[in-house]
């Protein structure tokens, strides 16, 4: 796989921290819906339905659930690199096969992403989690910082390095 | 990887013929730039500058040429699967390391595809070669092919199988 370009500042939002987890059990958290679905989004929302099939081309889908009890409309990606333990990039811009989306704008999100997932072991057994999220536009990546994109995926981060440090 | 879905007849243009040639040397026309700039556009255009680096986000780039001398905005894109010999998908919707491009308008053809190439061994040596070229809309599908998608992609694809039919 190429190497990750640098992060462009005017189109990427990025999280990265180091976390006390080895990589494999994030990645099991990202990669099994049984278990994505207990940290994926920040509670009380809720995701309810998973669906995943670990391939580039394979589908990435979820539904969420607001604290009402309202099903949200399916939000549908696929994977585009997939390196077990490693590497996981996943996109809304195509659905499974790299079938094209309709325009942004009929996306309940309202903008394209790529989601660039690496994982990187450190000394002593914890990880570098680093999150780097691609936009269209200047004006796509303010939107989703001011949706509170640090402080969501902040907050699932928190949930997941929960999950996954609690007795198999 | 995954199976290909069915093709979409409101979304995607389609070329599939049998050649006279090994998937190998269809595969070579494709990956290798000292090749593609020899076939890759219908004559009297000619393709003038080419970069290849064959792995997901990994750019491919092209500078084409009229027959009055003038170079045309570069196409840059990035592939999305590498299956050496059998298949090649890449698209026009992100450049190297998956960073995504903005608005299809801005791009001089006017809309994003994604094109996803099998080469499949027939017996007696020959193969079938299937293009796929996937759209975001049906207007951007009706305007590929008003294009001339099928004439366009048929002469290229004979150009291709005189070049690697030459002895090498």
Not at 108 to 125: C, I, K, R, S
Not at 130 to 156: D, L, N, S, Y
Request: hydrophobic share 40%.
């Amino acid at each position: 796989m190429s190497i990750n370009p640098e992060l462009d500042p005017e189109l990427d939002l990025e999280l990265q921290r180091d976390v006390n987890l080895p990589a494999e059990a994030l990645w099991r958290g990202w990669t099994e819906p049984a278990l994505l679905v207990q940290w994926f989004c920040p509670r009380p929302w809720k995701v309810v339905e998973c669906d995943i099939d670990l391939t580039p081309g394979g589908i990435f889908r979820t539904v969420m659930q607001s604290p009402e009890g309202d099903n949200m409309p399916e939000g549908i990606g696929t994977y585009l690199v997939v390196e077990p333990g490693r590497r996981l990039v996943w996109t809304n811009m195509m659905g499974p096969g790299f079938q094209l989306k309709p325009e942004p704008a009929e996306l309940h999100l309202g903008f394209f992403f790529v989601v660039d997932l690496t994982f990187e072991p450190l000394p002593g057994g914890g990880t570098r989690y680093r999150a780097v999220c691609r936009h269209q536009t200047a004006a796509a990546r303010e939107a989703h910082e001011k949706m509170g994109f640090h402080q969501g995926w902040g907050i699932a981060l928190d949930q997941l390095v929960e999950l996954m440090a609690l007795p198999a």
